[in-house]
């Protein structure tokens, strides 16, 4: 007997956005709101009922949560190559009502390369902090970071040939920078997961290295408008 061969279709790509009740200009605009903004997620739900919209605010904040790290991924390939010369260091965000660490670096150019929160400043999250932000960078020539004892034996491990440099105030550039995730932080009345630490941070992130020019999202319009410009690329992305 004669067997006819079945034909299988090719999958069809399914959308992120595929299952919700609001438009994904709808989600992506609340999401890019609470992170270019000091806002509470109550405030973007305002704001969204002033555009005739209603979304409660634990909506939203499963939006955010779910839909950063898809957008910081498909950001990442639009990303100029990160610098040789790179900042380390770490600042202290409140989790929980604990305290814990968020480890950050940017460039010589003011590109946040990568960051990683974590409960604890030891070793072996320094070491997870520099193997995340090597996997997708290219290895500097230069890394400067406070005197914390953990760093000389990462370096070695991880960057032998890089020159390490740990005197006094030579750490600024970080430093400054951190506040800018922290104002972002101020408005939040802490946070209750370590999850979330990471999200928003990777967001404002993004937001930031936007506002830049650090990719090529949003280059073709006026640089106040480039952050809305690239949210809307990266929600076609997914």
């Known amino acids: 007997m004669r067997r006819h061969r079945q034909h299988v279709r090719p999958a069809v790509p399914v959308s992120e956005f595929a299952g919700f009740r609001f438009s994904p200009e709808v989600i992506v605009l609340a999401v890019?709101?609470?992170?270019?903004?000091?806002?509470?997620?109550?405030?973007?739900?305002?704001?969204?009922?002033?555009?005739?919209?209603?979304?409660?605010?634990?909506?939203?904040?499963?939006?955010?949560?779910?839909?950063?790290?898809?957008?910081?991924?498909?950001?990442?390939?639009?990303?100029?190559?990160?610098?040789?010369?790179?900042?380390?260091?770490?600042?202290?965000?409140?989790?929980?009502?604990?305290?814990?660490?968020?480890?950050?670096?940017?460039?010589?150019?003011?590109?946040?390369?990568?960051?990683?929160?974590?409960?604890?400043?030891?070793?072996?999250?320094?070491?997870?902090?520099?193997?995340?932000?090597?996997?997708?960078?290219?290895?500097?020539?230069?890394?400067?970071?406070?005197?914390a004892p953990v760093y000389p034996r990462v370096l070695d491990e991880q960057l032998p040939a890089a020159h390490h440099v740990d005197v006094a105030r030579a750490n600024n550039r970080i430093e400054s920078d951190h506040s800018r995730l922290k104002a972002r932080l101020r408005p939040m009345r802490g946070l209750k997961r370590l999850r979330s630490a990471q999200t928003i941070s990777a967001g404002n992130a993004l937001v930031?290295?936007?506002?830049?020019?650090?990719d090529e999202l949003g280059m073709e319009v006026d640089s106040r408008l480039r952050v809305p410009a690239a949210f809307t690329e990266l929600a076609r992305a997914l």
């Open 32 to 147: 890019r709101w609470y992170l270019r903004y000091g806002l509470s997620y109550r405030d973007v739900e305002e704001l969204l009922t002033e555009h005739g919209i209603t979304a409660d605010h634990v909506t939203i904040s499963r939006w955010v949560q779910r839909f950063t790290p898809l957008l910081v991924d498909a950001a990442r390939p639009c990303r100029h190559s990160t610098g040789d010369r790179w900042f380390v260091d770490e600042t202290y965000v409140k989790v929980a009502g604990r305290w814990t660490y968020l480890y950050r670096a940017v460039d010589q150019f003011g590109q946040v390369i990568d960051m990683l929160a974590a409960e604890h400043r030891d070793l072996a999250a320094a070491r997870r902090f520099f193997t995340r932000a090597l996997s997708h960078s290219r290895k500097p020539v230069e890394v400067t970071t406070d005197r």
């Open 208 to 214: 930031q290295n936007i506002r830049r020019g650090h």
